[in-house]
């Protein structure tokens, strides 16, 4: 199967997903143990009406989804994951109007734990928006 | 300062605390949006989440994706940190409970790092939670917040975060 195909397929695996539905998720990458998922700014996800910046929690909805995206990537091929914990870092705020994407991998498998770091990231790539590192489980 | 007034009418002080709380809420359109209320008994918040199909992350269980209950958490703690930082405004008489509505959105407290503990996976039902500030100081705070549905002892999730709060 080329990577694209599997990207194909990832996307339709996120549209299956009634949340990153409708948060308007994409999957822009998945390697062997790796996602990028992508979701545009919206006037309803705005968590501060003085800033108009997007909600930590859409943030964590976005790493949540690009994790568990980069464990069910992995080459031993789980069956299912579920997160046991993810704890985010917000360095800066995301920028108002911008995409937001979070690029996960998957650094260490092992039978039945997962674990996992990600970054989230707007325009300016240089300044990551929020870091996230996570374990999650591993059905089989 | 103005005294706390023991005769004051009960229905009154009741409209001033919702009006504040009502004004503090729906000033943030992604709690709209999510559906998240809140109910109050004195200065004790419960957070509700509704259940709805748009929340869900695992559509074969089915179960609520962890990222929504990451954000219900979340907001949890922030609107606590900002109801109780309005509370003692609002009680102790600094602050006019109308002006404060009228002076637009709340500064809201900002989050510096966040840790969801997942505990059982989100039941397709509504979700409760309440948050407990562990230490407020004049420019960090951390908060504990716990999250349940049918039964209060068998939590769904449980969170700690830090937060910066507003200045000035």
């Not at chain 2, 209320?37 to 089915?62: C, Q, S, V």
Request: with cysteine; charged share 25%.
């Amino acid at each position: 199967m080329s990577e694209t195909d599997q990207t194909r397929i990832a996307q339709q695996f996120i549209e299956a997903i009634p949340h990153a539905r409708a948060l308007g998720m994409r999957v822009d990458a998945l390697g062997k143990g790796s996602a990028t998922i992508s979701m545009p700014w919206a006037e309803h996800l705005v968590g501060d009406p003085r800033s108009g910046v997007v909600h930590g929690g859409v943030v964590s909805a976005l790493m949540d989804t690009s994790c568990g995206a980069a464990v069910m990537s992995h080459p031993s091929g789980p069956s299912s994951t579920a997160t046991i914990d993810l704890r985010i870092d917000y360095m800066r705020s995301a920028t108002k109007g911008q995409r937001i994407t979070a690029k996960a991998e998957c650094y260490h498998l092992t039978r039945t734990v997962a674990f996992v770091r990600a970054v989230a990231l707007d325009e300016d790539e240089a300044n990551p928006v929020a870091a996230a590192t996570g374990a999650f489980t591993v059905e089989r | 300062m103005m005294p706390m007034d023991r005769r004051e009418p009960l229905d009154r002080i009741k409209s001033r605390r919702d009006s504040a709380l009502a004004a503090l809420v729906s000033g943030v359109p992604y709690l709209t949006w999510l559906g998240i209320r809140f109910d109050r008994r004195g200065d004790e918040l419960t957070a509700i989440l509704p259940y709805d199909e748009k929340l869900i992350g695992n559509p074969m269980l089915p179960a609520i994706h962890g990222g929504v209950t990451a954000a219900f958490l979340e907001t949890t703690a922030i609107i606590e940190l900002a109801w109780a930082a309005m509370w003692e405004d609002m009680e102790s008489g600094r602050t006019v409970p109308d002006a404060a509505v009228a002076a637009g959105p709340p500064r809201l407290p900002k989050t510096i790092d966040f840790t969801v503990d997942y505990l059982r996976s989100g039941l397709p039902r509504d979700a409760y939670a309440r948050a407990r500030v562990v230490r407020s100081g004049r420019r960090y705070a951390s908060v504990q917040v716990e999250a349940w549905q049918d039964n209060r002892a068998r939590l769904m999730a449980q969170a700690t975060g830090h937060f910066l709060m507003p200045q000035g």
